[in-house]
Structure formats: C-alpha cells, structure tokens
C-alpha cells in the first residue's frame, strides 16, 4: 500500500572537512512560520473556542484551554518574562513534569524568541547534592 503522504525526494549533499561530514539538502526552504506559536495565533483567530491544550487534575476532571484563552495566557507570560529581563542571553530553564503550566511557560518564552531548557524533575528529585542540577544551570 503506498501512502498518501507527499514527502520531498531523499537527496542530500556531503561535504567532508577537517574530519567532520556535513550534510545538508539541496533544496530550498520554502516559506515557513516564524516561531512555533505562530500557528498558535492563527488557530487563535481561526477556531478559537476549540481545546488546544488539557490535562487530567488529581480529581480526574480535565483542565482544558482554548486556543484564544492558550494565545493569551502565552501573551501575558511572555510578557512578564521581557519585563524580568529574559532574553536570548539570559534563557529560561523549566524544572518541572509536563503539564498545561510547563507548555504555557514553554510557548511564553518562545513567543518573545527566550530560549528554554526543559530540564528532567529526576535531577532534583532522586539527588542529595544536587550536583547534576547545578552542573545543567
């Protein structure tokens, strides 16, 4: 059975030197969003009451968010994140399990082009000295 996927030709160039291989595609980008949460606001405008993002609750019940209420919790967080001086220099790294607050966080920084580092909640919470964790920050 062939599938319906319409994939690009398997073609890439090498190029070998100074003991390293570097390998790229031939073919051009083709126009592209600029960050990750341009899609976020195009679906905000497009089906803004559909649930983007949910997680269950210790209650069982589900916390869903819309893609507008998503866009604009992303909008405020990116802001407060400016507003303490984050920025390409000064990243944000996440502690914590995945989760609605992480990806909102998450999609915050990346909004406003902060870089982040989600970093595995086991380095603080299997750990005495905590070693690892400050070796990672």
């Known amino acids: ?25 031939p073919d051009k980008l083709k126009p592209h969003a600029r960050c990750v949460t341009e899609w976020l606001v ?42 303490r001086g ?11 399990d995945n989760g609605v607050d992480h990806a909102l966080l998450a999609l915050g920084a990346m909004h406003v082009g902060i870089p982040v580092a989600p970093v595995s909640p086991a380095y603080s919470l299997m750990s005495k000295d905590f070693v690892k964790l400050r070796s990672i920050f």
């Not at 190029?15 to 790229?24: M, P, Q, T, V």
């Not at 069982?60 to 968010?65: F, N, S, T, V």
């Not at 984050?86 to 790294?93: E, I, K, N």
């Open 86 to 96: 984050l920025g390409p220099d000064r990243p944000v790294a996440i502690l914590s």
């Open 42 to 83: 195009q679906w905000s405008d497009r089906a803004p009451e559909r649930a983007f993002l949910a997680e269950r609750v210790p209650s069982g019940a589900w916390r869903k968010l819309t893609y507008r209420e998503t866009y604009g919790a992303v909008r405020r967080i990116a802001q407060a994140l400016l507003d």
């Open 1 to 25: 059975m062939q599938s319906k996927l319409r994939l690009a030709p398997a073609r890439v160039e090498m190029e070998k030197r100074a003991g390293n291989i570097y390998l790229r595609s």
